[in-house]
C-alpha cells in the first residue's frame, strides 16, 4: 500500500526558508523509474506543479520557482525534502507531494493529503 | 513551459447529465495527459492517464480522448459524488504543468 504524508511547519514568516518533508511508505525511490514530485495549491486556486526529484538522484524545477528551490531525499528513511528560500506571502498555499513513475505515463498516482502552510509575519 | 487551459472554468449540470470538458495544451504532448478530480479541502485523485486509460477503481462513466493538443474528459451520467474540481495536467516535458481546473457544480 502506498502513502505519502507531508511534514513541516504551519507557520513561515516573510523572508525565512520553508523546509518541508514528504515521507513515503510502499515503493523505494532507489527503485528505477520512482520518482516523488512536489505541487503546491493556494487558497481557492489551481495547482502548482514545483519539482520532482527521481531514483536517479536528477532533480526538476518549475522554471518560475527554480532559484528558490532545492528537492533532496534520504533513500534509507524514504524521504523527500523541499526547501524553499526567501517565502512571501504569496508562497501561502497547500503543499502537497506525490508519486510518479518514469517507466509508466509519469501520472501523479498517489498524493499526500497536504499540509497548509501559512507565510506571515 | 507548456502552457495548459481548460474550459470551460466552471459548469453547472444536474445529476445524470452527460459533461464534457476540454484541455488545450500549447504545443503538442502525444498522449502524456492526465486528468485530476479533487473535492473540497481533499488532495487530487488521479482519474485518467496517458489521455485515455482509467485509473484502476474509477468508474467506467469517466472516459478520457484525445492526443496532441487536443483533449477531453467527458462524465457520462453525472452522479451527486462528481460534482468537484477537475485539472489535467501535461506529463509531457518538464516543468509539468496543469490546466486552471474547471468546477462542476450542481444546477
Known amino acids: 500500500q502506498v502513502t505519502l504524508r507531508e511534514s513541516g511547519p504551519a507557520l513561515v514568516k516573510p523572508t525565512e526558508t520553508l523546509t518541508l518533508t514528504c515521507s513515503f511508505s510502499?515503493?523505494?525511490?532507489?527503485?528505477?523509474?520512482?520518482?516523488v514530485n512536489w505541487i503546491r495549491q493556494p487558497p481557492g486556486k489551481a495547482l502548482e506543479w514545483l519539482g520532482l526529484?527521481?531514483?536517479?538522484?536528477?532533480?526538476y524545477y518549475s522554471t518560475s520557482l527554480k532559484t528558490r528551490l532545492t528537492i533532496s531525499k534520504d533513500t534509507s528513511k524514504n524521504q523527500v525534502v523541499l526547501t524553499m528560500t526567501n517565502m512571501d506571502p504569496v508562497d501561502t498555499a497547500t503543499y502537497y507531494c506525490?508519486?510518479?513513475?518514469?517507466?509508466?505515463?509519469?501520472?501523479?498516482?498517489?498524493w499526500g493529503q497536504g499540509t497548509l502552510v501559512t507565510v506571515s509575519s | 513551459d507548456i502552457q495548459m487551459t481548460q474550459s470551460p472554468s466552471s459548469v453547472s449540470a444536474s445529476v445524470g447529465d452527460r459533461v464534457t470538458i476540454t484541455c488545450r495544451a500549447s504545443?503538442?504532448?502525444?498522449?502524456?495527459l492526465a486528468w485530476y478530480q479533487q473535492k473540497p479541502g481533499k488532495a487530487p485523485e488521479l482519474l485518467i492517464y496517458?489521455?485515455?486509460t482509467l485509473q484502476s477503481d474509477v468508474p467506467s462513466r469517466f472516459s478520457g480522448s484525445g492526443s496532441g493538443t487536443d483533449f477531453t474528459l467527458t462524465i457520462s451520467s453525472l452522479q451527486p459524488e462528481d460534482f468537484a474540481t477537475y485539472y489535467c495536467?501535461?506529463?509531457?516535458?518538464?516543468?509539468?504543468?496543469f490546466g486552471q481546473g474547471t468546477k462542476l457544480e450542481i444546477k
Open positions: 510502499g515503493f523505494s525511490l532507489s527503485a528505477s523509474g520512482m520518482c
Open positions: 526529484i527521481d531514483w536517479d538522484d536528477d532533480k
Open positions: 504545443q503538442g504532448i502525444s498522449s502524456w
Open positions: 496517458a489521455a485515455s
Open positions: 495536467q501535461q506529463a509531457n516535458s518538464f516543468p509539468y504543468t
Open positions: 506525490a508519486r510518479t513513475r518514469r517507466n509508466d505515463y509519469n501520472q501523479l498516482d498517489y
